[in-house]
C-alpha cells in the first residue's frame, strides 16, 4: 500500500458553507480569508475532484488521506458555526473516488466525543487536531475526551498545524508555514512527551512535518535534564514540505520505522528523499503507513 497521509482536498458542499459566511475563514469566490494570513488565491483546479484523483492515481497512490486545513480555524468556531461545516467536510470527504480516505476533525469549544466517534464509525482513519490545541498540559487535558474516544477505536491521531496569530505589516507570505506552523509542531511534540503520552499511554500519533523538526533536540533536551530516553515506536513522523537533508537527520534520530510519507498536496508538491535504499523509502511510502494506520496488536479484551 502506497500512502500519502497529508493532503486536502475540499468537497463541493463544504466549500459553499465557506462561501455562505462574511467572517473568518471565509471564502469570497476563490479568495480566502483567514486570521493572521494574507488573502489567499485558491487555484479551483486544487480542488477539482476528478483532477485531484487522476493525480493521486499518477501517483502511483493506493491510499491519500485528505483532512480539513487546520489552519482555517474551524475547530475553534462556537459549536453552532463549526458543526455544519465538520459535517460537510467529513461526509463529502469520506464520498470522494478511491484512492482517498480522511482524517476527522472535532470542534474544540465544546468538543464533542460522540460526533468524533460517528465520524470514526462512517470511516475516517483517525483524528486530526491543530497543534495550537496541544501546547502544553491544558491543552491535552482538553482534548483528552476526544482523544479517548479515539483510542477506543484504537486509531491514531495526526497533529497538524493551526491558525496563525496575525502578523506584522511586510511580514513575508511564506512566513506563516517557516515559523508559526514549526513552532506550534515542536512545542505539541515536547508537550505530549511531558503530559501526552502519559494520559494516552497507548495512542498511536503522528506529527506533520516533521514535528518541526522536535526531536533533533535530543541532545538539549538531555542537557537541561529532561532524558533522552527512548525511542516511542508509536510516534510517527510526517514529511510534507522537507526533502533529503531533513528527512536524514531525523531518520539518525528516531529511526527509519517512524516516518511516513506526506505531501500537504495541494500546498506542497510530493518529494520523495533520496536515502540511498530502495527498501528505505518503500518504509517511508508503505510499511510505516500501514503500521500508522492499521492495529497490529489486539484491542484489550479481544480475543487473539
Same mark, same amino acid.
Given at each position: 500500500?502506497?500512502?500519502?497521509?497529508?493532503?486536502?482536498?475540499?468537497?463541493?458542499?463544504?466549500?459553499?458553507?465557506?462561501?455562505?459566511?462574511?467572517?473568518?475563514?471565509?471564502?469570497?469566490?476563490?479568495?480566502?480569508?483567514?486570521?493572521?494570513?494574507?488573502?489567499?488565491?485558491?487555484?479551483?483546479?486544487?480542488?477539482?475532484?476528478?483532477?485531484?484523483?487522476?493525480?493521486?492515481?499518477?501517483?502511483?497512490?493506493?491510499?491519500?488521506?485528505?483532512?480539513?486545513?487546520?489552519?482555517?480555524g474551524?475547530?475553534y468556531?462556537?459549536?453552532?458555526? +463549526?458543526?455544519?461545516?465538520?459535517?460537510?467536510?467529513?461526509?463529502?470527504?469520506? /464520498? $470522494?473516488?478511491?484512492?482517498?480516505?480522511a482524517?476527522?476533525?472535532?470542534?474544540?469549544?465544546?468538543?464533542?466525543?460522540?460526533?468524533?466517534?460517528?465520524?470514526l464509525?462512517?470511516?475516517?482513519?483517525?483524528?486530526?487536531?491543530?497543534?495550537? +490545541?496541544?501546547?502544553?498540559?491544558?491543552?491535552?487535558?482538553?482534548?483528552?475526551?476526544? !482523544?479517548?474516544? *479515539?483510542?477506543?477505536?484504537?486509531?491514531?491521531?495526526?497533529?497538524?498545524?493551526?491558525? /496563525?496569530?496575525?502578523?506584522?505589516?511586510?511580514?513575508?507570505?511564506?512566513?506563516?508555514?517557516?515559523?508559526?506552523?514549526?513552532?506550534? *509542531?515542536?512545542?505539541?511534540?515536547?508537550a505530549?512527551?511531558a503530559?501526552?503520552?502519559?494520559?494516552?499511554?497507548?495512542l498511536?500519533?503522528?506529527? +506533520?512535518?516533521? +514535528?518541526?523538526?522536535?526531536?533533533?533536540?535530543?541532545?538539549? $533536551? /538531555?542537557?537541561?535534564?529532561?532524558?533522552?530516553?527512548?525511542?516511542?515506536?508509536?510516534?510517527?513522523?510526517?514529511?510534507?514540505?522537507?526533502?533529503?537533508?531533513?528527512?536524514?537527520?531525523?531518520?539518525?534520530?528516531?529511526? !527509519?520505522?517512524?516516518?511516513v510519507?506526506?505531501?500537504?498536496?495541494?500546498?506542497?508538491?510530493?518529494? !520523495?528523499?533520496?536515502?540511498?535504499?530502495?527498501?528505505?523509502?518503500?518504509?517511508?511510502?508503505?510499511?510505516?503507513?500501514a503500521?500508522?494506520?492499521?492495529?497490529?496488536?489486539?484491542?484489550?479484551?479481544?480475543?487473539?
Amino acid at each position: 500500500m502506497l500512502a500519502d497521509v497529508h493532503q486536502h482536498l475540499w468537497p463541493p458542499a463544504f466549500t459553499e458553507l465557506l462561501r455562505a459566511r462574511t467572517s473568518a475563514p471565509h471564502l469570497d469566490g476563490w479568495t480566502l480569508h483567514l486570521h493572521g494570513e494574507p488573502p489567499y488565491a485558491v487555484d479551483p483546479a486544487d480542488h477539482d475532484i476528478e483532477a485531484r484523483t487522476a493525480l493521486a492515481r499518477t501517483d502511483g497512490l493506493d491510499l491519500a488521506l485528505v483532512s480539513l486545513s487546520s489552519p482555517l480555524g474551524i475547530e475553534y468556531l462556537p459549536p453552532d458555526e +463549526a458543526a455544519p461545516l465538520l459535517d460537510a467536510f467529513h461526509e463529502g470527504a469520506l /464520498a $470522494l473516488p478511491a484512492p482517498f480516505g480522511a482524517w476527522a476533525s472535532a470542534g474544540l469549544a465544546a468538543p464533542d466525543p460522540a460526533a468524533l466517534t460517528h465520524a470514526l464509525d462512517q470511516g475516517c482513519a483517525g483524528l486530526q487536531l491543530p497543534a495550537t +490545541a496541544l501546547l502544553d498540559e491544558a491543552g491535552w487535558t482538553h482534548c483528552a475526551p476526544l !482523544i479517548d474516544a *479515539l483510542a477506543r477505536a484504537d486509531k491514531p491521531l495526526f497533529v497538524h498545524p493551526g491558525a /496563525a496569530p496575525p502578523a506584522g505589516p511586510g511580514t513575508p507570505p511564506w512566513w506563516p508555514a517557516l515559523v508559526p506552523y514549526v513552532q506550534q *509542531l515542536h512545542a505539541s511534540w515536547f508537550a505530549f512527551r511531558a503530559f501526552g503520552r502519559s494520559r494516552h499511554p497507548r495512542l498511536r500519533v503522528c506529527f +506533520a512535518a516533521l +514535528a518541526g523538526l522536535a526531536p533533533l533536540h535530543g541532545e538539549r $533536551l /538531555a542537557a537541561r535534564g529532561g532524558g533522552r530516553g527512548t525511542v516511542d515506536s508509536d510516534v510517527f513522523y510526517e514529511t510534507s514540505s522537507y526533502g533529503t537533508r531533513a528527512v536524514d537527520a531525523l531518520v539518525r534520530a528516531v529511526g !527509519i520505522d517512524v516516518v511516513v510519507t506526506g505531501s500537504d498536496r495541494p500546498y506542497a508538491l510530493p518529494a !520523495i528523499p533520496d536515502l540511498g535504499a530502495e527498501a528505505a523509502v518503500h518504509a517511508l511510502r508503505a510499511t510505516n503507513p500501514a503500521r500508522l494506520l492499521k492495529p497490529v496488536r489486539p484491542l484489550e479484551g479481544a480475543t487473539p
